[in-house]
């Protein structure tokens, strides 16, 4: 039997590996400069721990920032967790880097989008209309209302891994 060495899963895994260390040095040594994070995580996997009424309001998908205002970063092997205020409530989240779809610090215009996750059914509803990727390459802000600009070939690259997955 031969087995298919998949490389586009041992990518991305390393990828992960980018978003961890960069969350792991932002909990040690908090932000730099104007540092800062956009995580797009899909709320609907296994291991996303968040309020009934974040999830209510974001059923597949939500873009977190980490900024200013987020309290008690800690990262683990596996996931991360951290508290963040919504509407000045204080709500404790639990994303394992599994669900995370998408990560950017767009003060240094770098982004992530993973392919793995991207496979689920889209996000509907309240779900940001652009992922945290595609916000840091275009310079831009994700949010529910704005729609994405349109595509262009100037600036950096999103790194995206389906150009390596093998079509069937």
């Not at 961890?20 to 040095?25: I, M």
């Not at 597949?60 to 919504?86: C, K, N, P, Y």
């Amino acid at each position: 039997m031969n087995k298919v060495l998949r490389y586009d899963l041992m990518v991305e895994e390393a990828l992960r590996g980018v978003v961890r260390q960069a969350l792991s040095g932002a909990a040690a040594d908090g932000l730099i400069g104007e540092q800062h994070f956009y995580v797009t995580f899909r709320t609907d996997l296994p291991g996303v721990i968040l309020s009934d009424h974040l999830r209510n309001r974001y059923p597949q998908e939500m873009t977190i920032v980490l900024q200013h205002r987020f309290w008690g970063l800690q990262v683990a092997e596996d996931h991360f967790e951290v508290t963040l205020s919504f509407q000045d409530v204080p709500e404790r989240l639990v994303i394992p880097f599994a669900a995370v779809s998408a990560f950017a610090d767009p003060s240094v215009r770098f982004g992530l989008q993973f392919a793995s996750t991207a496979a689920l059914p889209a996000a509907t509803g309240d779900a940001p209309s652009q992922t945290a990727a595609q916000a840091a390459a275009q310079g831009t802000t994700p949010t529910a209302e704005s729609p994405s600009p349109p595509a262009t070939d100037s600036g950096p690259k999103v790194v995206t891994l389906d150009q390596f997955r093998r079509k069937s």
